[in-house]
């Protein structure tokens, strides 16, 4: 407290003010561009057109189900990332990259990587092919795919930042207690972890619903199947702007919607 | 206070218990078991190797400088650290190669590290919803949750209580699960100095009624005094004197020992 009041009462040289000010212009004036020039009149009828409402519907689900699938797959990569602190240092920092490749990765990158794996050519996606005649790219099913494989180290951090946070002798105390392994996961690890877990799918959700660059390349732009809000309002651009803006007024609406639910309830930074 | 915690579980609890006496009371030896260490650890650089028997009612104090290897002891009985050799037996029972929560040994921790997310309630019933629903775990709580002056409190989270009242939570956590061995690490170090003597009383009264083997680690002869009734010295991972401690006032066998006794304690 006393910092905070002495970082509040100190003065800023003004050309670093300055300097700030502009940096709060980068960030917002396109949003305040995209509020002022939105075709206010026209939002209803663009929203309630029928390719838009489909590319939501199918927006949503697929982030939807790809947060379900981070949260199945996440918690457990977190505890193992947690765990991993005892390894030595090699395996260690292997498994830390694994997981922090993809925030860093340009996500068109992690399309094609997706395609080399799972294409009909792939590594793996030739013996789906062969084998069971699967084919996975340009289905809903790469969108999910996708959107986990860039939104997954999101709930994996959040989670492992709330593990770090909480006193893991908890856990030693259960034992005593008489709980298993699993007893202590369910009844001591998972409850402490709470917050985190619903940050970090809170975060995952939204970065599955923005996914731009690798759904387009995995799973292309079909209408109905792999177009999501993103690529539909991308696409729009080229057609019609004000279609375009309504969509991304849409995104940016959940975005902020997102913000608030956060809002220092969840976000790490925010309560420690 | 005189409600005995462990009648109703006796009559309406886990059946075929393992041979412990059905007169759960255990204010004499008969029916609980000792505890007998002998083993060797690693705690970072420091070795620890020590042997002791612990009689049921005839607590142990270990008591040493910090990093002399107490806590990690402790947790070796527990289980909760690896052994580099060794045996621990409780009764006939021997357990260095069981996990943690099989070895009846019930633990209280230096700063009590109850579970921040349950009330007091589910502290204390912890250890009978590890067996069971929830409901049977409350209603098994209730006894020790009066037993231990926590009912008023039950609906707490540990977060609203103070020191004391923490301890006592621990206590009761660990005392409902019902184990062979009580282990407390450091039990009086989370509190203020000036509630230390009456809670150093109540703890002695409440180790006593458990009647089972106990370990204190300590690093002040006033607990050792209150609460054991024989001190094991341990100094850099090894056991340098042991006996009464009223032996070892007569004669301590090393410096620390020495200015330990001569400080005054608290």
């Given amino acids: 407290m006393a910092r905070a009041a002495a970082r509040g009462t100190g003065r800023l040289a003004w050309p670093i003010t300055a300097i700030a000010v502009v940096a709060v212009a980068v960030l917002v004036l396109p949003l305040v561009a995209l509020v002022v020039r939105a075709p206010w009149a026209d939002l209803p009828t663009l929203l309630a057109s029928s390719s838009v409402l489909e590319a939501l519907v199918l927006s949503f689900t697929t982030a939807v189900l790809a947060t379900a699938i981070c949260l199945v797959l996440g918690v457990p990569l977190a505890l ?48 789906l092919d062969e084998l069971f005649g699967i084919t996975i790219p340009f289905t809903t099913g790469a969108v999910v795919i996708a959107q986990v494989f860039v939104a997954l180290p999101f709930l994996v951090f959040a989670v492992e930042g709330a593990l770090r946070s909480s006193d893991r002798r908890t856990e030693l105390a259960a034992a005593t207690l008489g709980a298993s392994r699993w007893q202590v996961f369910r009844h001591v690890t998972l409850p402490l972890v709470a917050p985190g877990v619903a940050a970090g799918g809170v975060l995952c959700f939204t970065r599955a619903l ?34 375009a803006v309504a969509l991304a007024l849409l995104l940016l609406a959940v975005s902020v919607l997102v913000l608030l639910t956060l809002r220092d309830r969840w976000l790490p930074g925010a309560t420690a | 206070m005189s409600v005995d915690p462990r009648a109703p579980d006796a009559a309406g609890g886990r059946p075929g218990d393992d041979g412990r006496a059905a007169d759960p009371a255990g204010r004499s030896d008969a029916g609980r078991p000792g505890l007998r ?101 409350r209603e098994a709580a209730r006894p020790w949750l009066e037993r231990y002056d926590l009912v008023t409190l039950a609906d707490r989270l540990p977060s609203e209580l103070s020191g004391g009242q923490r301890q006592r939570a621990a206590l009761a956590r660990a005392l409902a699960a019902e184990p062979d061995v009580l282990l407390l690490d450091e039990p009086m170090s989370a509190l203020d100095v000036e509630v230390r003597a009456e809670m150093r009383d109540e703890l002695a009264t409440h180790v006593r009624d458990f009647g089972g083997a106990t370990v204190l680690v300590t690093h ?11 001190v094991l010295v341990l100094e850099g991972g090894r056991v340098t004197q042991r006996g009464t401690l009223e032996a070892i006032r007569a004669a301590p066998a090393t410096p620390y020992v020495r200015r330990l006794l001569a400080a005054s304690d608290d």
């Fill in chain 2, 220 to 230: 002040s002869p006033a607990d050792a005094a209150r609460l054991a009734d024989a």
């Fill in chain 1, 210 to 243: 923005g996914e731009f660059g690798a759904t387009i390349t995995f799973a292309g732009s079909l209408p109905g199947t792999t177009r999501t809000l993103p690529i539909a309002s991308y696409l729009a651009m080229q057609t019609d702007p004000d279609e």
């Fill in chain 1, 80 to 127: 193992l990332v947690a765990h991993a602190e005892s390894w030595s240092a090699i395996p260690r920092r292997l498994l830390r990259a694994a997981v922090t490749v993809p925030l860093v990765l340009p996500p068109v990158v992690g399309g094609i990587a997706l395609l080399v794996l799972l294409g009909r050519r792939g590594l793996i996606g030739q013996w």
């Fill in chain 2, 37 to 137: 260490v002998d083993i060797a650890l690693s705690y970072g650089a420091t070795r620890i190797a020590a042997a002791f028997d612990v009689r049921p009612g005839h607590p142990l104090a270990i008591i040493g400088p910090n990093g002399a290897g107490k806590s990690s002891l402790l947790a070796a009985i527990a289980g909760l650290v690896p052994l580099d050799a060794g045996e621990i037996s409780i009764g006939r029972r021997r357990v260095d190669a069981l996990p943690s929560e099989r070895r009846r040994v019930g633990m209280v921790f230096q700063d009590y590290v109850l579970f921040p997310h349950l009330t007091v309630r589910d502290n204390v019933a912890f250890a009978a919803r590890m067996r069971g629903s929830r409901a049977a775990a």
